[in-house]
């Protein structure tokens, strides 16, 4: 069979029937699975345009997406722009940050230390704080802290010495008598101690300090000319 080729001005006018349609199929067969839905071609060289629930998406022809809004994880996670159109994040731990905000530290990792140079000292069977002094108070974002108190203890017997943080009054290790750290039979030999602790806390201010307690006796705390400091260091993990 002799095949007829077309030229000219009739060959581009069909060519210009295919591509219209060509679209009106792939948008009927958008519609066809969701009415809310509409598939096009966004102009000659702009790739597709999708429109959904009045939100439009673009995908270029060199592969490059646009969406006003960009969901990384269901609908809790995702990037977008404020009222200012600067490029945010939204997450469940840090909520909605700039990036901004997020590169300035706004984002949740932040540290702070107290160093203290004095002897402290206690008889108390019951948990009191360490020093008034020895406290940070902190407001951090929905996430996990790491506290750190190291220094140098002794007893003047061979007495037990307990350890423990407080987060706004209340100890972490409050389900145990002996709280997070036990330096048991501390004797009158000065030696190093350290206790860390990681908790997940809530968003806000939290005041943070360490507290103590002995079976009997007396504890002391050294720090001075002889002695390494006492450090209290609290750091929000993100």
């Known amino acids: 069979m002799t095949r007829l080729r077309l030229a000219g001005e009739i060959a581009a006018a069909i060519d210009t029937l295919n591509g219209v349609i060509n679209r009106w199929l792939r948008q009927i067969q958008a519609d066809d699975v969701d009415p809310a839905l509409h598939i096009t071609q966004a102009g ?3 790739g ?5 629930g ?3 998406f673009r995908v270029g022809p060199g592969a490059v997406a646009r969406a006003p809004r960009l969901e990384l994880d269901g609908a809790s996670t995702y990037l977008d722009r404020d009222a200012s159109n600067n490029l945010t994040l939204t997450d469940a731990v840090t909520g909605t940050k700039t990036l901004a905000e997020l590169a300035a530290g706004g984002g949740g990792h932040q540290i702070d230390r107290v160093v203290s140079n004095f002897l402290y000292s206690t008889a108390s069977t019951t948990w009191v704080d360490i ?10 974002e929905a996430s996990w802290v790491r506290l ?8 003047t017997g061979a007495a037990s010495i307990y350890f ?5 009054g209340t100890r972490v290790g409050s389900g145990n008598i002996w709280g997070l750290y036990n330096d048991a039979g501390a004797g009158a030999i000065v030696h190093g101690f350290q206790v860390v602790w ?3 806390v809530a968003s806000g201010s939290h005041t943070f300090r360490p507290q103590w307690r002995v079976d009997s006796g007396v504890a002391y ?3 001075g000319a002889n002695f390494a400091p006492i450090i209290f260091t609290v750091e929000e993990l993100l």
């Open 221 to 223: 705390l050294y720090a």
């Open 48 to 52: 597709l345009r999708v429109d959904a």
């Open 131 to 140: 020093s008034a002094v020895i406290s940070i108070t902190m407001t951090t």
């Open 44 to 46: 000659s060289g702009e």
């Open 148 to 155: 750190t108190l190291q220094g140098n203890v002794a007893h």
């Open 164 to 168: 423990d943080f407080a987060i706004d």
């Open 54 to 56: 009045g939100d439009t």
């Open 198 to 200: 990681e908790v997940q």
